[in-house]
């Protein structure tokens, strides 16, 4: 039997359980236990706004995308040479190629980013998901055609789609530049639209049309900006990564979802911020249990004198009043965990709080509960208030 957490257990339940000091003790174990609360369902939000962000962004980040790590361009074959199709892991690979454009319809034009994909960037992206209305196609029976947003419609005064009612693609004729002439200084392409499809603002300005139509608008023969590959399912990405990495060497630079995508990244550091100065907090709010362990030695002051005259050492004598601070700790620990868990799950199953703006593309907050995080805002908070607790008790006991 540990005999300090014995003593200590029966101070808190003694007769004189209901004394104010032991009823501040109760207060002051719950106000621990309401950052605990709050960092759970925090850490799940996060958790929850990354989730969204991630499938938004799924229809246009790659599981791995392939670029030259000098230029902006290269030059497919050579990378085709590779046979990156058949790397174990591999599921499907589209080549694409982006650059900016100007779209003119009638009087009107507006700039855009036109990136330009092959036959299999559907079947490597799920980006049918987000269509609107139409097909994703980029050729209708021999007729170049393209994919818009409502943004690249509503700024060409586009009032219906078609195929049979094209628009025009200027870009910069790298070939041939006059200052003389310029209108000689630009290719033109003309597309109709063959589907419309809607992700996000930061995606409103970008067109899709084919990888061969873009190779002559912008006279870049069989060169691409990037190759975006789809991993198989059950395969390691970072694994996946690593093997094209090594067989394409320096030439190459390859990077995952994670490593292409800055958003990814920023909200993981602000994740972890947050949950440091979450610690502050609850370091503050740990600083609750001095005034409660200082008001229990000096009320236990005969207690001590008379375990001290029965051959108690001073040592024992500490580890009962840490012992006791402990017990809060983990009381507060526990509760909080607990009730942030069922909070976050709630939230997480049935959606309870909800945004209330039709505009958004979900209704409630979304959440995911993660219980690695569980586990780091317990271990966490444990760690802080122990230090305190300890801290507290022996420089009573000088």
């Known amino acids: 039997m540990n005999l300090s957490r014995y003593i200590a257990r029966r101070y808190l339940r003694s007769r004189n359980s209901h004394s104010v000091i032991n009823i501040i003790a109760r207060v002051s174990t719950i106000a621990m236990a309401v950052p605990v609360v709050a960092m759970v369902v925090l850490m799940s939000v996060f958790n929850g706004l990354e989730g969204m962000l991630r499938n938004i962004y799924l229809a246009v980040d790659a599981d791995i995308v392939i670029s030259s790590a000098e230029g902006t361009t290269f030059v497919r074959d050579s990378l085709a040479s590779f046979d990156i199709g058949q790397v174990e ?28 994909v092959d036959e299999a960037y559907a079947a490597t992206l799920p980006i049918e998901r987000h269509l609107t209305s139409g097909y994703f196609m980029t050729d209708y029976e021999g007729t170049p055609t393209a994919v818009a947003t409502q943004h690249i419609l509503l700024s060409l005064r586009m009032t219906s789609i078609s195929p049979a009612e094209p628009f025009s693609l200027y870009a910069i004729n790298r070939q041939r530049i006059s200052t003389i002439l310029p209108t000689g200084g630009y290719t033109r392409r003309d597309v109709g639209v063959a589907g419309i499809y809607n992700i996000d603002d930061q995606h409103s300005d970008v067109l899709f049309i084919s990888l061969d139509e873009a190779q002559r608008l912008f006279n870049y023969g069989g060169r691409c900006s990037a190759a975006e590959l789809a991993v198989a399912e059950g395969a390691d990405v970072e694994r996946v990564r690593s093997r094209l990495a090594t067989l394409l060497g320096d030439e190459y630079r390859v990077l995952t979802r994670d490593e292409g995508n800055t958003i990814y990244r920023l909200m993981a550091i602000e994740k972890w911020g947050v949950f440091l100065l979450s610690l502050i907090v609850m370091a503050i709010a740990s600083l609750t249990i001095v005034g409660v362990l200082v008001m229990v030695i000096i009320d236990k002051r005969e207690e001590r004198a008379t375990l001290l005259t029965l051959g108690a050492t001073p040592s024992l004598v500490r580890r009962v009043f840490t012992s006791q601070g402990m ?36 209704d409630a907050y979304p959440v995911e509960l993660q219980w690695g995080d569980v586990v780091a805002v317990a271990v966490g908070y444990y760690a802080v208030a122990s230090i305190i607790v300890r801290l507290t008790v022996r420089a009573m006991e000088r």
Not at 105 to 114: A, E, F, S
Not at 349 to 358: N, P, Q
Request: glycine share 10%; charged share 15%; aromatic share 6%.
């Open 327 to 362: 017990m809060m700790v983990w009381r507060s620990m526990v509760g909080g965990v607990v009730v942030g868990v069922v909070l976050t799950l709630l939230q997480q199953h049935f959606g309870l709080v909800r945004i209330g703006a039709a505009s958004l593309m979900v």
């Open 89 to 116: 892991g591999v599921r499907s690979v589209s080549y694409t190629l982006e650059q900016g454009a100007i779209a003119e319809y009638r009087d009107n034009r507006t700039m855009l980013r036109v990136k330009a």
